[in-house]
């Protein structure tokens, strides 16, 4: 009986030591990291559904303060595209601010930055990764692997240099008190991660790192075709969309130009 009884409390979770609660001062910005002009809509369905069409979609990351540390959410695309616009197929390009410029306008050093978490391995989310070597390197184990592969010198300063790498298999909750969580959602590559911010005053966040692109592309569940894979794409936007619901979250598509506006403009900070 004792030890039925012992059994039913690790079960319940009795006994075990609550996790700290989330700091009070809990900050999170939107930072700009670029826009892309898409030339061909159709990239992102593999249903064609946006035959003919155009659309400039916006390239953001965003900081996280969580006590004394910091969370840099994706990285943009690279600092020398500052001032220039770069077309590559589909997609052009542009850029008017570093991040490391964005940051010294709130008082944030690249050395402060605790954690940089990326949601996925594409070039418009680690562009600028090479400047936070010092900041410990979240990122989907899977897409780790591929970087390592394509020897991308985006990762050098964590394969190389001694950076400290913490590969990401399932969920992270990042600072251990359920407050910054990294979702596992792959599909859109091997180890795509989203992330859920739960802010004191505002609530519950979403970010969904490339599960969409744009509003359009959520309400239809377009796949774009270049995905890694349709059914776990599918089986992630399932489990983004049960959590958005269930926690009453706000979702803000990260290449949505219109959902820039859910958020407070920099350098306001939602708290
Ligand atoms: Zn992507």
Redesign the pocket.
Known sequence: MKRIIALAAVWLGLGAAAPPAPPADMALWRLDCGSVLVGDLNVFSDTYAYTGRTKTLTDSCYLVRHGGQYLLWDTGFPKELVGKSETDGAFTASMKVSLVDQLARIGVRPDQVTYVGIS?R?D??TGQLPEFPHATLLIGAGDFETLKARKSDRITPWTRGGGKVEPVTGDKDVFGDGSVIMLDMPG??EAHHSLLVRLPRTGPVLLTG?LYHFAENRATGGVPGFNTSRSLTMASMARFESIARNLHARVIIQHEPADIAKLPLFPAAAR
């Open positions: 996925h594409h418009d989310h859109h590559t490339d």
